[in-house]
């Protein structure tokens, strides 16, 4: 079963730092992070690019699903 890390109704940095520490603890692979803002979209999206994630990005009703692969 896929896990999927909801940081969602937390406020920056949380959702960010969620999104590091699951980076680091698993080093590559995939992931996903659930959030409902666009703030916590941006910021993870430019951590993932600084770390060398790819990152794919899906909006519905507010609500943005992203998935990390590396």
Do not use: H, Y
Not at 24 to 51: C, H, M, P, W, Y
């Amino acid at each position: 079963m896929e896990e999927i890390k909801d940081a969602r109704g937390l406020l920056c940095p949380e959702p960010l730092l969620i999104t590091k520490q699951e980076m680091e603890r698993l080093g590559s692979g995939t992931f996903k992070v659930l959030v409902d803002t666009a703030a916590a979209r941006d910021n993870i999206t430019r951590l993932a690019k600084k770390q060398n994630w790819k990152i794919e990005v899906s909006e519905k009703e507010g609500e943005f699903l992203l998935v990390l692969t590396k």
